[in-house]
């Protein structure tokens, strides 16, 4: 996982709420075997209508995703962040998120931000009427600002720390390994061996 300490771009204003992780990528795509891939499937079934706003030229290299309440709900799918990062996506903006999508965001560096239902409204109204208008989300000081927003936002210290380190569970892991290793050496040999 990279570090990451800020988002800055483009946004793409979807603003639909209890958008489900089926929704986010759906069932079929579940096929692959690696975490890579998954952004050409993302809001797939959407992205037939062509008034869809992700099928619009002005929001292309959005890296900021404007989302409405409870985003990421239904199953615990790993593979809708995938597909949101795959696609080109920093950050995602809402209201509120389902707790296991929001989970499985900070586990590869993608940034779920929970912002006051007003300010997520003041930002989708930016963003539809000038699709260039960029937002910062800035993680070192838990802060979004676009225009007629400076919102600061609430993550623990602790998932902070790992996304701006880019410390995934593996590599969190391998931070004690020196310890690990001492911990193996001290058990007695008739026990099993982990590494």
């Known amino acids: 996982m990279q570090p990451v300490e800020r988002v800055v771009g483009k946004a793409l204003p979807l603003g639909w709420s209890d958008v489900d992780t089926d929704q986010i990528v759906p069932s079929d795509a579940l096929k692959r075997i690696e975490r890579t891939g998954f952004g050409q499937f993302l809001f797939s079934q959407w992205r037939e209508d062509p008034e869809f706003v992700m099928n619009k030229a002005e929001h292309e290299d959005a890296v900021i995703l404007i989302a409405g309440e409870n985003f990421g709900s239904g199953s615990s799918r790993e593979h809708a962040p995938w597909a949101i990062q795959d ?11 389902a707790d296991i999508f929001k989970n499985n965001c900070s586990k590869i560096g993608l940034l779920a931000v929970e912002l006051p239902g007003e300010a997520v409204e003041k930002l989708l109204e930016a ?15 838990r802060i979004v600002t676009g225009p007629n927003v400076y919102e600061t936002f609430e993550m623990d210290d602790f998932t902070r720390q790992r996304l701006m380190e880019g410390l995934d569970d593996i590599s969190l892991t391998l931070t004690h390994e020196d310890d690990l290793e001492t911990f193996e050496k001290s058990r007695p040999s008739y026990l099993p061996k982990v590494f």
């Open 87 to 97: 696609y080109g996506f920093g950050a995602v903006i809402a209201p509120s998120f």
């Open 127 to 141: 963003v539809r009427e000038d699709p260039a208008t960029e937002i910062t989300v800035e993680l070192t000081e």
